[in-house]
């Protein structure tokens, strides 16, 4: 079977696909991955084939962009937001704006018209059997009715834009407009290819999430294990030692750190906060971030990358942005996190789930002083429940499917 996957150029959802792309290689099919060019050096290091299509997509460049437009110009800050869970506010209106804001500005720009010629033309001529798409990527739906391929997504947190699409269908009247269909029938066209509701959301959909985080929609779900990939690392050599008191790490994330280059909070504080505890602090900054420190206190040791899968088990506590790839590390391995969520597309939704199920504290960053830190801290690191709720969740995951266990499923899509 060949199995292509389509992901947007951000290393963080691809690595949310590469343990799934290992699997279906291991499992003797052909794999090959497209993306834009800048995601090809990544691609490579985790062992898979690379497709390159269109042109440089440059995400930091775009996410720069962002910061300097208005609110209603972009699609996180705009009025007219994916992540609205009230029903008083989501009128046919506001979802029909939500989705006009996410096709004209968000899904334009990551897939133009160069990527999808590119990877359309690929697929006519390959002629995948299987194409599984990042949920942000509709060139994987539109290469996959232009070559005849079965196709699947594969979400990389919360599916709010299957609890979106259900709100707009349960809405909306023969005569309202259908921003998403008038978008992809436009994109469709252009390859003699017809729109169907099967394109939203894909013939299945991969989900990575603990079933306890879905939202209620009638959404064909394939739960799937999260498997830690944090890119080509090497775990270093401190850390065959055991800590010799708690240790906690302190992450932006991929994502926060190449893409936005600003912080939830101040290293100052955070710096404050743990000078006079006895635990030792690993701290994964940039430069540019240790240079903004006035002092580093002596139980803090800074890095520039650690591959969490290998440091989150040595750890009696995470603080963290709340993406969803450190989220999913940190369950995996039963660590207790304190988690400072920034505002795109689900990460205070996230973190509060986590909360509601005892593993998490939560903090806004509007909260944040060095005194705060130190006791939402302290709690996660002394009061047991926080470890005993982490625990519970590391057991639900280990439950729950591996990426080889679901192959067979994705076998029979392709053969539907």
Not at 145 to 162: E, I, P
Request: aromatic fraction near 8%; hydrophobic fraction near 45%; proline fraction near 6%.
């Amino acid at each position: 079977m060949r199995v292509l996957f389509t992901t947007l150029a951000a290393n963080a959802h691809l690595y949310n696909l590469v343990p799934m792309a290992w699997a279906l290689r291991a499992a003797g099919h052909d794999v090959r991955v497209a993306a834009q060019p800048d995601l090809t050096d990544a691609i490579v290091q985790a062992g898979l084939t690379a497709v390159p299509v269109g042109k440089a997509l440059d995400l930091a460049e775009l996410s720069r962009q962002a910061q300097r437009r208005p609110a209603e110009t972009t699609v996180f800050g705009s009025q007219f937001d994916i992540t609205e869970t009230r029903p008083e506010v989501l009128t046919l209106d506001y979802v029909q704006g939500v989705f006009t804001t996410w096709c004209s500005i968000g899904l334009e720009r990551l897939a133009g018209e160069a990527v999808l010629d590119d990877v359309v033309a690929f697929a006519r001529s390959w002629r995948p059997d299987l194409v599984i798409w990042d949920a942000l990527t509709y060139m994987g739906p539109i290469a996959a009715r232009a070559s005849g391929a079965a196709h699947a997504r594969m979400l990389f947190g919360l599916d709010h834009w299957a609890r979106m699409r259900e709100r707009f269908r349960s809405l909306a009247g023969p005569g309202d407009s259908d921003p998403m269909a008038e978008w992809l029938t436009g994109k469709l066209a252009r390859f003699g290819c017809d729109f169907d509701e099967e394109l939203v959301l894909g013939q299945r959909t991969i989900d990575p999430l603990p079933s306890w985080m879905r939202f209620p929609t009638n959404t064909d779900y394939l739960t799937v294990r999260h498997v830690p990939y944090n890119g080509a690392s090497v775990v270093p050599q401190w850390l065959s030692e055991s800590p010799t008191r708690a240790r906690v790490c302190v992450t932006l994330g991929v994502s926060r750190r190449d893409l936005w280059g600003s912080d939830r909070f101040s290293v100052n504080d955070l710096f404050e906060a743990v000078a006079d505890l006895d635990i030792e602090v690993i701290a994964t900054l940039t430069a540019q971030q240790c240079a903004a420190a006035s002092k580093v206190p002596d139980n803090v040791r800074l890095f520039d990358f650690v591959p969490l899968d290998a440091l989150l088990p040595s750890c009696a506590a995470v603080v963290h942005h709340g993406g969803a790839g450190t989220t999913g590390n940190a369950v995996v391995h039963g660590v207790p996190q304190l988690v400072i969520p920034g505002n795109m597309w689900d990460k205070a939704g996230l973190a509060q789930l986590l909360a509601d199920q005892g593993a998490a504290l939560v903090m806004e960053h509007e909260q944040i002083t060095a005194s705060a830190l130190r006791a939402q801290l302290l709690r996660l690191i002394e009061e047991p429940s926080f470890t005993a709720d982490a625990d519970k969740l590391r057991t639900q995951m280990r439950e729950a499917p591996s990426p080889q266990d679901i192959v067979p499923a994705l076998e029979r899509l392709a053969r539907s």
